[in-house]
């Protein structure tokens, strides 16, 4: 039998501490500097680096990482891989564009998907899929009920989930970078391969946005830091819709956060354990991407003996980490640069101040940093 965690709740601000407003999350970037495109090589990405005991920055790049990695550390990754959950359609009706993301399968043949069109969209209208090459796929949607998430539809065919996304499916870019290209145009088959890291599990293709800190890895820069005798170790966080949503309430500890399912083997419970072990040579926890500090935050503080686990601990995770949250298992984490007013911005800031995130913010956009999912990084060591 799996073992299973109930929901992991928000994090509930003390009485004695102020809420975290959101506006404290805000800083101006200039929109040239939202990455288009990914580094290449990955990991030729710039990293800005902070250590936790001073305010020095350092500037160097992803490849450099094993320079600051020790032998006994434990690297964690999140291995999900992403769907082509885009949308792209036309009203059978009307011809007018349609627009989506594809959440889940609800029942054989039925799915829930967000839908967007300039027109209103009814139940019983049709929408037709076009593939990546903009021609028709073989069926259609037909729009059954509207839904708190989306829209209930019927997806036809008797392919699989997978298959029909292999086909019919865009790469789910997050907004944000869709917006910044305008007129540039890049062929989705490059998608496909860049917003995907180089150690996704295809069996682990839930999610709708990738683990973009996990991108800048190279197999080659994989194998550099196992030679210097740091523990690789993966989780899986489906990261969902919400990880896009911004947060719309004055204060942060008002914001509906959203949940996502997480799996975590016996053997990083064991690792976890032997690296905050002082007798076995108190490795540090780093965590690669805002999703694997997550999924090890919400195991409890006490975590249950490895060899009492025959299968692996699955949960539910809504944990909001803000300023002054208390780190229970990461002691670091690599990371990229975030969207103003996130919740992804006030994990950052919990682990080394608000202030001095801002700060390093601040110098990232004077040393004309790339910002987000497809930008350059930063490293946060204790």
């Known amino acids: 039998m799996l073992s299973r965690y109930n929901t992991v709740r928000a994090l509930t601000v003390p009485m004695t501490q102020q809420p975290l407003r959101v506006d404290d999350l805000d800083y101006e970037l200039p929109r040239e500097l939202i990455a288009t ?19 020095a920055i350092e500037h160097r790049h992803v490849r450099d990482l094993p320079d600051y990695l020790r032998a006994g550390d434990t690297l964690v990754f999140n291995r999900t891989a992403v769907m082509p959950a885009r949308l792209v359609g036309r009203r059978v009706d009307t011809g007018g564009r349609v627009e989506g993301l594809f959440l889940e399968e609800v029942a054989p043949g039925q799915w829930l998907v967000m839908l ?28 059954v009920e509207p839904r708190p998430e989306g829209w209930l539809v019927n997806a036809g065919g008797s392919q699989s989930v ?3 996304l292999d086909r019919a499916g865009w790469t789910p870019l997050p907004p944000y970078i869709l917006r910044a290209r305008g007129e540039e145009k890049f062929r989705d088959a490059l998608d496909r391969q860049w917003y995907q ?25 994989l194998a550099r830091i196992e030679n210097r005798g740091v523990r690789r170790i993966d989780v899986v966080l489906d990261i969902g ?34 690296a905050h072990n002082p007798a ?41 980490i803000s300023p002054p ?35 390093a913010y601040r110098e990232a956009i004077r040393q004309r940093y790339r910002f987000y999912s497809y930008g350059d990084a930063m490293l946060i060591l204790p």
Do not use: W
């Open 241 to 274: 819709l919400g990880t896009f949503k911004p947060i719309t309430a004055e204060t942060i500890d008002q914001h509906p956060m959203h949940a996502e399912r997480f799996v975590v083997e016996p053997s990083v419970i064991e690792a976890i354990q032997q």
């Open 325 to 359: 949250y208390r780190f229970k298992h990461v002691d670091g984490m690599l990371t990229n640069f975030h969207l103003p007013r996130s919740t992804l911005l006030a994990l950052v800031g919990a682990m080394v101040g608000l202030d001095r995130i801002k700060a």
């Open 37 to 55: 495109r990914p580094a290449e090589p990955r990991d030729s990405a710039r990293l800005l680096i902070m250590h936790g005991n001073g305010n």
């Open 280 to 320: 076995q040579g108190s490795g540090r926890i780093i965590a690669v991407g805002t999703t694997v500090v997550r999924t090890l935050e919400s195991l409890p503080a006490l975590l249950p003996d490895p060899a009492s686990l025959s299968e692996p601990v699955i949960g539910r995770t809504e944990l909001l």
């Open 162 to 164: 997978a298959a029909m």
């Open 116 to 143: 967007r069109s300039n027109g209103r969209l009814r139940a019983g209208q049709r929408v037709q899929l076009l593939d990546t090459d903009g021609q028709p796929y073989e069926s259609a949607l037909e729009l």
């Open 197 to 221: 890291t180089t150690f996704a599990d295809p069996r682990e293709r839930r999610s709708v946005a990738a683990p973009t800190a996990g991108l800048h890895f190279t197999p080659e820069l």
